[in-house]
């Protein structure tokens, strides 16, 4: 396994789906991907829409992909009308679950502390969490990233300990870059995400901080994939439209570093 990471973090590169895919559709791209991604670089995750995790989980069985969700209830269970508990992930075969992505907190009204109760939620019933942060436009223009990532990171994290942090991923998206072609430098990608590896380990300590494993998501694809694996912080991706493609999400999950 070639990787940027230092020993202790495995790389993991995740797609995220999005709303995309009815089942016939999940059936045709895992079918095509599970070949394809035998050898990866990388530990596999696919987010998948709720109504796909259970054939997802089926065919991918006895395989390297892990199937994820792409969000989670902070209750057990009851009158959370259109929410999905994370008993019933598991139950259809999910072991990951996204939290927080951008298009949760711009179009659905999703806060650090909403993200916080999913998190621990999704935690408490064993799920490893991605937790998306990640500024917009505006705040990076107004020089304000570093301040917006360490509040997601804060409010995000509030009561979370050290050990609970091993089933936990980072994904730093900055916003504009989400399905804009347009990607971080490699390096703006690096320095964001060495500040934001800086933050963990002063929450949790150097130890914990250092195992975090956090990755790149924003218009991440198959030809920018090598340069930005082959940062010291980066360990991994989380991927919108090129994991809908099976040759190009095989190309990312086989990242040269
Ligand atoms: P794109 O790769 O389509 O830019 O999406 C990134 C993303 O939002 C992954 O969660």
Redesign the pocket.
Same mark, same amino acid.
């Given at each position: 396994m070639s990787t940027a990471s230092t020993p202790t973090r495995t790389p993991v590169i995740a797609g995220?789906w999005?709303m995309n895919n009815t089942v016939k559709e999940t059936e045709t791209l895992l079918k095509e991907l599970i070949p394809l991604v035998e050898g990866a670089s990388a530990a596999v995750v696919v987010c998948v829409p709720f109504t796909d995790i259970k054939r997802a989980a089926q065919l991918t069985k006895r395989t390297n992909i892990a199937v994820g969700a792409q969000n989670v209830a902070w209750a057990d269970k009851g009158a959370f009308t259109g929410e999905i508990s994370a008993d019933m992930l598991k139950e259809a075969g999910a072991k990951y679950v996204?939290i927080g992505?951008?298009?949760r907190r711009q179009y659905f009204g999703e806060t650090d502390v909403t993200v916080n109760k999913r998190l621990k939620q999704a935690l408490s019933k064993g799920l490893t969490a991605i937790v998306?942060v990640g500024e917009t436009l505006l705040e990076r223009e107004g020089g304000i990233t570093e301040q917006v990532v360490k509040a997601q990171i804060e409010g995000g994290f509030k009561d979370i300990t050290a050990a609970q942090t091993k089933k936990v991923i980072v994904?730093y998206?900055p916003v504009w870059?989400? !399905?804009?072609g347009k990607t971080a430098s490699a390096k703006d990608a690096q320095d964001t995400i060495a500040f934001i590896r800086g933050v963990l380990k002063k929450r949790f300590g150097a130890v914990s901080g250092e195992k975090l494993r956090i990755q790149y998501? !924003?218009?991440?694809?198959a030809q920018n994939v090598d340069e930005l694996m082959a940062q010291p912080d980066i360990d991994g991706g989380?991927? !919108? !439209?090129?994991?809908l493609k099976a040759a190009d999400f095989a190309r990312i999950v086989k990242f040269k570093a």
């Open positions: 995220n999005k996204i992505h951008s298009e998306c994904a998206e870059a989400i !399905g804009t998501g !924003g218009s991440m694809n989380l991927i !919108g !439209g090129a994991s």
